[in-house]
């Protein structure tokens, strides 16, 4: 069996160690266009802040891992094009442009995402930088060691954990952001407001409900932001405002979302037979709402880079779906959201309701103790969980991975009210802060 991959950060490597493991008798050949493989986007922010100073320690897999385990491994190759129906990848060397073929019983489909680049006027001045591989982040620090001003440009959460490192790297940083709330999609502005408090106290320029219109430049390097609202200078800009699907190979040859994302089933199948897909290329189910969804997260991407493998020859393993969830630390905060907030629900039209629970998250005779806000978003009628949010300087985010099996099994806030918690005094309550909330509705 020729198996063909495409693509090799966190699907693509791990589809490629566990087929490697499955099916050692297949001939597993991996195109990737860069030098490396699964590298952490996730850590950028911690290597731009001086956080993680070996950047080696943000891969998890190597060439030579893969070359180890059989796979031939092309590094550095580039893939042209992609006959489906006949089975065939043209390819070419990137380093002596060499052009080939070659063909495929199957195809696995880990082309990942790249930056959403606006097409906006000034966009081609130097100084402008993506955050997505290794290379950006190099560049990064390089491009930012002179740097006094600096501006990123949307304020997700890569946008949000660069400002702080920019700014803990002791830059004049400002964030700007069309909308008129940071980490709008993941949080409620409960949560929200109090992020922003953080970056206004450390200092940060929040520009938030702007929209970029053009870039100025100094002997071809940035210099200005222009927005519908002001001018801010710049030594160096982030772009950060979202992801797209890198699938240009396979348009109109398999089904994809409007956007490029390619749907695949609950066995991570495409449209066409012995055509299979995982990571930020793909569409997800979302469980919160039964639909598939763009949501490029590292955690969707090695799950469903792992249920290729073992779904490639036979279906044995379902996908689960997905709650979307997610977490960060901005400054002493530690931070976490899963599955729909208050306002996504709104937006969806539908009929939800939610409770907040503030308390000290353990009893106020230990020494010390923090507040704890917790949010939780359920259905009106049916009173199953649809979201939730916690907050607190105690790293308490463990609780929305609870919650997010809570989501994923349709369970309800009256089960939630009575499930089984453990009670020590050093951690929590007699009830726990996730009794607590259930048991508010009645």
């Known amino acids: 069996m020729k198996i063909a991959v495409i693509g090799c950060t966190h699907a693509g490597t791990a589809s490629i160690i566990n087929c490697a493991k499955l099916y050692p008798d297949s001939k597993i050949t991996v195109y990737e266009k860069n030098d490396n493989i699964s590298f952490l986007s996730c850590g950028i922010a911690l290597y731009v802040g001086g956080v993680i100073e070996d950047p080696k320690g943000l891969f998890y897999s190597s060439p030579e891992e893969l070359t180890n385990l059989g796979v031939v491994t092309k590094m550095s190759h580039e893939v042209l094009d992609v006959d489906i129906k006949n089975k065939k990848i043209n390819i070419i060397n990137l380093k002596t442009n060499e052009k080939f073929e070659d063909d495929f019983d199957k195809l696995i489909i880990t082309t990942g995402s790249w930056p959403i680049i606006p097409n906006i006027n000034g966009i081609e001045l130097d100084n402008i930088l993506l955050s997505k591989n290794f290379y950006h982040s190099k560049s990064m620090i390089e491009k930012s060691k002179d740097a006094k001003n600096v501006v990123v440009i949307g304020a997700g959460y890569i946008g949000v954990e660069l400002v702080e490192a920019f700014q803990q790297n002791g830059k004049n940083v400002t964030l700007i952001d069309a909308q008129d709330r940071i980490l709008s999609k993941y949080l409620d502005e409960e949560y929200t407001s109090k992020a922003e408090e953080e970056f206004i106290k450390h200092s940060v320029n929040l520009e938030l409900g702007q929209v970029v219109q053009s870039f100025k430049g100094k002997e071809g390097k940035v210099s200005k932001v222009i927005t519908d609202k002001g001018e801010y200078d710049a030594d160096i800009v982030v772009m950060c405002v979202g992801f797209k699907p890198n699938t240009n190979l396979f348009k109109n040859q398999i089904e994809m979302l409007e956007n490029g994302a390619i749907i695949v089933d609950e066995y991570m199948k495409t449209s066409e037979k012995d055509i299979y897909a995982a990571g930020d290329c793909c569409a997800v189910i979302y469980n919160p709402t039964g639909t598939h969804e763009y949501i490029p997260l ?12 073992r779904n490639l020859l036979k279906s044995t393993t379902r996908y689960m779906g997905t709650q979307g969830t997610s977490g960060i ?11 729909l907030t208050y306002t996504n629900a709104k937006e969806r039209k539908i009929d939800s309701d939610y409770v907040i629970v503030e308390d000290n998250y353990r009893p106020e005779f230990m020494p010390t103790y923090e507040k704890v806000k917790l949010k939780v978003v359920y259905d009106k009628t049916s009173h199953i969980i649809l979201g939730a949010q916690i907050m607190s300087k105690v790293d308490l985010t463990q609780s929305i991975n609870t919650m997010s099996v809570f989501i994923q099994n349709k369970m309800t806030m009256d089960e939630l009210a009575f499930t089984d918690f453990f009670f020590q005094p050093h951690f929590n309550k007699p009830w726990n802060i996730l009794n607590s909330a259930g048991l508010k509705v009645k």
């Open 329 to 339: 630390k901005i400054y002493d905060y530690n931070i976490a959201s899963t599955g």
């Open 298 to 309: 590292a955690t969707n991407a090695v799950r469903m880079g792992t249920l290729v493998a």
